[in-house]
Structures are given as structure tokens and as C-alpha cells.
Nanobody, 118 residues
Framework: QVQLVESGGGLVQPGGSLRLSCAAS????????MGWYRQAPGKQRESVAA???????NYADSVKGRFTISRDNAKNTVYLQMNSLKPEDTAVYYC????????????WGQGTQVTVSS
């Protein structure tokens, strides 16, 4: 069973930066794509960023230019660098993985809290 473990969340002031990490228990090459989602209190979970096995990336409009998703295949880890953080970025951030041939993300981490507040 694949396990995804997020880390790197915390409390940061507006304008600050955080880097989230998602460590997979197996090779991330086995996944077609990996992504980051977030869910704020009272809101639906939303996609933040994704990266394919080939390195293609896409981002939600709300984070374009501020967040960067990357992967380190040797470490089986995906990162989310978050800069210029805003209070509206406050949420629980989840890492997810999608198998080849699947349209849904089938594996999820436990989430890490990001709070942007002064």
C-alpha cells in the first residue's frame, strides 16, 4: 500500500514562504501524476498544483506565480514551494498521487496545516 506523508506546514506571516514536502513510500515513477490540494474550513477541497511523470505542471489561477511544484525522483518526494503567502492560502494541504490509466487521484496523505496570519 502506497503511503504519502506531508510535512512542512506551519504558521507564517502574510508575504512569507513555506515549502511543503510529500514523501512517498515507493517510487513516484509509478504514478502518472502527483498533486497538491487544499481545503479551507467550510470550503470544498480544491486543486492547487500538479506535476506529471514527464515534468509538466499546472496550477490553480489563485496561486500562479507564487507557488511552484517540483519533484525529486531520487528521493521519491514532491515539493510545493509557496511564496508571497496570503491569509486566503490558509488551509490543510494534501498530497495526492494518480496511477497510470486513472482519472482520479487514488492515494492521499494525511494533510499538513498551513496558517497565514499576522
Amino acid at each position: 500500500q502506497v503511503q504519502l506523508v506531508e510535512s512542512g506546514g506551519g504558521l507564517v506571516q502574510p508575504g512569507g514562504s513555506l515549502r511543503l514536502s510529500c514523501a512517498a513510500s515507493g517510487s513516484i515513477f509509478s504514478f502518472n501524476a502527483m498533486g497538491w490540494y487544499r481545503q479551507a474550513p467550510g470550503k470544498q477541497r480544491e486543486s492547487v498544483a500538479a506535476i506529471t511523470s514527464g515534468g509538466s505542471t499546472n496550477y490553480a489561477d489563485s496561486v500562479k506565480g507564487r507557488f511552484t511544484i517540483s519533484r525529486d525522483n531520487a528521493k521519491n518526494t514532491v515539493y510545493l514551494q509557496m511564496n508571497s503567502l496570503k491569509p486566503e492560502d490558509t488551509a490543510v494541504y494534501y498530497c495526492a498521487a494518480r496511477n497510470y490509466g486513472s482519472i482520479r487521484y487514488g492515494y492521499w496523505g494525511q494533510g499538513t496545516q498551513v496558517t497565514v496570519s499576522s
